[in-house]
């Protein structure tokens, strides 16, 4: 796991520092609008079943920041979220 430019990394756990999912600052404030799961939450450890419900839990937080209004949802179209890409990303067709 490698740190991200402007995301909190806690490099001894070599994870992204959350709560319930929630990203969290340098001050360890949550972020709404930024999530983290899977190893990125929890470390490299765990089973397909600890990361599901890692999952779950951040969904969870997200959910509960869209009904309290700290985010509002979005509805960005596929070939704008695709300029954030990198060059050698898979496609979906690519996957399948």
């Known amino acids: ?3 991200l430019n402007g995301v ?3 490099s001894t756990k070599n994870v992204i520092p959350s709560d319930y999912g929630c990203v969290l600052d340098t001050k360890k404030q949550q972020i709404p609008g ?7 939450k929890r470390g490299s450890n ?3 079943d600890a990361t599901l419900r ?6 969870g937080i997200m959910k509960h920041h869209l009904d ?4 509002k949802p979005k509805a960005t ?3 704008q979220v695709s300029k954030s890409l990198p060059l050698d990303y898979v496609s979906y067709s690519d996957w399948c």
Do not use: K, N
Request: proline share 7%; hydrophobic share 50%; aromatic share 18%.
């Open 1 to 3: 796991m490698l740190p």
């Open 8 to 10: 909190s990394f806690d």
């Open 34 to 40: 930024l999530y983290v799961a899977g190893w990125a």
């Open 46 to 48: 765990g089973i397909i």
């Open 54 to 59: 890692d999952t779950r839990q951040t969904f």
């Open 68 to 71: 309290t209004d700290l985010i």
């Open 77 to 79: 179209p596929f070939d």
